[in-house]
């Protein structure tokens, strides 16, 4: 750590504060100072000095003199009750240079001000060390806090000083979300009418001021869960939370879950029931209670989860949950009220209500409901670089050949092509660059985008130099009735049949959308074409 005098000399910036010589109270109709313990005026020529109004017709309204400059204020104002501030800088320009050039200044809110003026007035006679500090450091925040409001940008005019004041207050959020704050409040601060700052503020931050507020206090209290194991009153309390109960219930509505599972799902020790999701969840160096399970697909074995109990997650029945006792029941939004019922009468139940086929957003999700959105971002850039290898690798051997994938059932021939998102696509023609063949067949009736339905007719088209298959058992009747296809003669004259470059693949590994299905997708097709 460099003290000031090494910053000066390696050139970096100096360390700005400022020293507080005297505060003294003024109290209307009273003759007499109540000054510092000393009874000394410490105040010279290089002093500055800060007048707190506390009364009358100029409360609220704060007035600074710099050295050698006489102070302009009305004596009606100075006939009323008001503190007197006195200090010096700590000896360089950059201290100096950021105290404002004008004698009147904001102090919004005013009731923070005099909080520090009162404390500082009760700290004028300390002589130990913990005071001392206390004093000082409680100085340089009532600085800050007339500093943060008074900068050049406040000069502005129109919009300029409207987006400056709610970022201000935004600041002071961030920096008092433990003291009661209101919106009344926050729209003095930033200069601003009541009605048009809550606007301007959701503009700013997609929410209402006290909306934003609870989600600071909620992520600290997430901070010092993690972290700590403080008592739960301690940490809603120092979170701004008037109360245990209160912190309890907002806690649970924010982050869909109680303060107590939160802190245990730190520890790795949170019960989860994740159906369709466990990808992720492994991801994330977690495991499930009870894993997903389909009558026709089965489970994903792709995640080696051999030894924990599955659950058929497509009977519409959730009541056997119960049985596995979850902490938290983790959903996407892909189920009927009903199932969501059942859930939340089990245990807390979270449902990821963002649509997206994007797997990193999904998976950052996930991750920020159990605090490792380090581990999710570590796992994500592992496979990032996975995948440039490979792009890079393919893009040497393949020399423009073009590659096709098709998911068979008993009853249907899909084709994916690159114009969609879906899990192949994104993969194997995005991550691993491969070229792919046109589109067959008729566009799908299920408005989905890059899906194509062929006949077996149409597969004289399907001319692609390199086939990726996948049979889906949804549609059978029969056990290997949805491989008849390779017998039918339509299929043996297809140009990668004959040349011997059809690769067959795990169904739900390559329908999944997770990390670790997709590392794996990368895997196969380097297995098959490198």
Request: contains cysteine; negative net charge; glycine residues 6%.
């Amino acid at each position: 750590m460099l003290d000031i005098e090494q910053r000066e000399q390696t050139g970096t910036a100096p360390i700005v504060h400022y020293v507080l010589q005297s505060i003294r109270l003024i109290v209307a109709g009273e003759q007499a100072d109540r000054s510092d313990s000393d009874g000394s005026d410490n105040n010279d020529k290089e002093s500055f000095e800060l007048l707190f109004i506390m009364s009358g017709t100029g409360q609220g309204k704060c007035y600074l003199q710099r050295p050698g400059r006489t102070l302009s204020v009305d004596p009606e104002v100075l006939s009323c009750s008001y503190y007197r501030v006195c200090f010096v800088t700590s000896g360089n320009d950059a201290a100096s240079s950021l105290l404002p050039d004008k004698q009147e200044l904001a102090c919004a809110p005013f009731a923070k001000t005099m909080e520090l003026l009162d404390e500082l007035y009760g700290l004028r006679g300390a002589s130990d060390q913990l005071g001392l500090f206390q004093r000082f450091a409680r100085f340089q925040e009532l600085l800050f806090l007339l500093l943060s409001q008074n900068a050049p940008a406040a000069e502005e005019k129109g919009t300029d000083i409207e987006r400056h004041g709610v970022e201000h207050s935004i600041r002071h959020i961030h920096q008092y979300y433990r003291e009661l704050l209101t919106v009344e409040e926050l729209a003095s601060l930033a200069g601003i009418d009541r009605w048009k700052y809550t606007r301007l503020f959701k503009e700013a931050t997609g929410q209402v001021p006290l909306q934003y507020l609870n989600d600071v206090r909620i992520n600290q209290a997430k901070k010092w869960l993690a972290s700590a194991d403080d008592k739960l009153l301690d940490i809603a309390l120092n979170a701004g939370f008037s109360n245990e109960y209160y912190f309890n219930r907002r806690f649970k509505q924010t982050v869909g879950m109680s303060p107590g599972q939160y802190r245990r799902s730190r520890k790795g020790q949170l019960r989860v029931v994740a159906p369709y999701l466990e990808d992720f969840i492994v991801a994330l160096n977690m495991q499930p209670i009870a894993q997903y399970w389909h009558a026709k697909w089965g489970k994903q074995d792709y995640l080696g989860l051999n030894h924990i109990p599955t659950f058929d997650e497509n009977g519409g029945n959730f009541d056997a949950l119960s049985g596995y006792k979850p902490d938290l029941i983790l959903l996407m939004d892909r189920y009927e009220q009903q199932q969501y019922s059942q859930c939340r009468r089990i245990s807390n139940t979270c449902i990821l209500r963002e649509q997206t086929n994007n797997w990193r957003t999904l998976l950052r999700t996930v991750a920020d409901y159990f605090g490792r959105t380090a581990l999710a971002d570590d796992a994500i850039a592992n496979y990032d670089f996975k995948a440039r290898n490979a792009s890079h690798r393919l893009s040497q051997i393949m020399k423009g050949e073009t590659v096709a994938f098709l998911r068979i059932s008993a009853d249907h021939i899909i084709q994916y092509t690159e114009e969609g998102q879906s899990f192949v696509s994104t993969v194997l023609y995005g991550d691993a660059g491969l070229r792919p063949h046109a589109a067959v067949g008729v566009a799908s009736q299920a408005n989905r985008p890059g899906m194509f339905n062929l006949s077996v007719a149409d597969l004289r088209a399907l001319t692609a130099d390199h086939l990726f298959i996948t049979f889906d058992k949804w549609h059978s009747q029969a056990e290997g009735k949805e491989r008849e296809l390779l017998e039918r003669p339509e299929w043996h004259d297809l140009p990668a049949v004959r040349n011997n470059r059809v690769y067959e693949v795990d169904f739900l590994t390559w329908m999944n959308n997770g990390i670790i299905s997709n590392g794996i997708k990368i895997d196969d097709i380097l297995r098959s074409l490198a």
